[in-house]
C-alpha cells in the first residue's frame, strides 16, 4: 500500500536525526534527547518521554523499526487521520518509557539503573502492532525470519509473549522489552477506547465490517464511453479526505459514492 504522509514524516524524521547524531558524535542531540530515569524523572527533562522515541543506537537499530513503521503505520493512519495516528503514536511511545519507569522503580528491572538509557521508536510502533491486530485480527502477514505466515492476532500474542519473558527472567534486551510492552498496552487501551467513542472522535462503525456491502451483480451491457467529471472529482475528494482525516470521518453517503466508484471499475 502507499506510505501515508505521517508515515512519511515519522520515516525521514528517524533517519535524518540519527545521521546528525552520528555527525555530532552524540553531544548536541543524544544526550540532550536519549530517556533515562535520572534525567527525566529527577532532573524533571520531560521532554524526553518524546524525544527518546526518534534516538536509535545503530542502523539495525533504525532498520527494523522503520520497517515496523513502513508495513504497519499507514494501515493504521488511514483509519484515523494524520493527526490522530501521530497523537497515538506518541502516546504509546511515552506510555513505553513510563512502563519501563514502573517496572524499575517495582524492582523487576534488575539491571537497569537510574542512568540506563532508553532510546528508539519501538514502543510507537509496538502500539501500531497491537492496534492493527485489534482492529484486524484475520488479517495474515508474512514475516521474513522465520519464514511463516501468521494471522494478526497470532503475531501479537507471540511479540507480546516474547516481550513478557524477557522482562520476568530479566535477560538480553529486559529494559527495552519493558518499553515495547508499555507501548503495546497503550496502543491497546487506545484502540478500546476508539471503539467506545472515548478517543478519536466518535464511535464507528467496526473497521471489520466497513468493507463494500454486497450487491447484486448486473450483467455488463456495454463498455463506458463517456467519463463522469464531476463523480471523479468527488471520488477525488473523499480519497483525500480519508488520507486526511481518517475513513471513520465519512459519512454514510460518502461511503456509498465510494461503494457505487468501486463497482464502475470493476464493471
Avoid at 513478557?164 to 477506547?193: K, P, Q, R, T, Y
Amino acid at each position: 500500500m502507499r506510505v501515508t504522509p505521517m508515515v512519511k514524516v515519522l520515516l525521514a524524521s528517524n533517519a535524518v536525526i540519527y545521521f546528525l547524531d552520528l555527525i555530532f558524535l552524540d553531544v548536541l542531540i543524544g544526550n540532550f534527547a536519549e530517556f533515562s530515569i535520572k534525567s527525566a524523572i529527577f532532573q524533571l527533562r520531560l521532554w524526553e518521554f518524546i524525544t527518546f522515541q526518534f534516538i536509535h543506537g545503530s542502523v539495525g537499530h533504525l532498520l527494523f523499526n522503520c520497517m515496523g513503521l513502513y508495513f504497519f503505520g499507514p494501515w493504521m493512519e488511514r483509519w484515523w487521520g494524520s493527526k490522530s495516528f501521530l497523537l497515538f503514536y506518541l502516546l504509546c511511545g511515552v506510555a513505553g518509557a513510563a512502563f519501563y519507569v514502573l517496572l524499575a522503580y517495582a524492582g523487576i528491572l534488575r539491571h537497569v539503573s537510574p542512568d540506563t538509557e532508553l532510546v528508539g521508536a519501538s514502543a510507537g510502533i509496538y502500539g501500531i502492532l497491537i492496534g492493527v491486530a485489534m482492529v484486524a485480527p484475520s488479517m495474515r502477514v508474512s514475516l521474513l525470519l522465520p519464514p511463516v505466515t501468521l494471522t494478526m492476532r497470532q503475531l501479537a500474542l507471540y511479540v507480546m509473549t516474547f516481550a513478557v519473558v524477557m522482562i520476568v527472567f530479566d535477560i538480553f534486551n529486559a529494559g527495552g522489552e519493558a518499553g515495547h510492552l508499555g507501548g503495546a498496552i497503550m496502543g491497546a487501551a487506545l484502540v478500546w477506547l476508539w471503539r467506545e467513542g472515548g478517543i478519536f472522535g466518535a464511535r464507528n462503525q467496526d473497521p471489520n465490517a466497513v468493507a463494500i456491502r454486497p450487491r447484486k451483480i448486473v450483467p455488463k451491457i456495454r463498455p463506458q464511453t463517456v467519463i463522469d467529471l464531476n463523480a471523479s472529482t468527488e471520488v477525488d475528494a473523499i480519497l483525500e479526505k480519508i488520507s486526511r482525516d481518517g475513513f471513520q470521518s465519512l459519512t454514510e453517503e460518502e461511503k456509498e459514492t465510494l461503494q457505487a466508484a468501486a463497482k464502475r471499475d470493476q464493471d
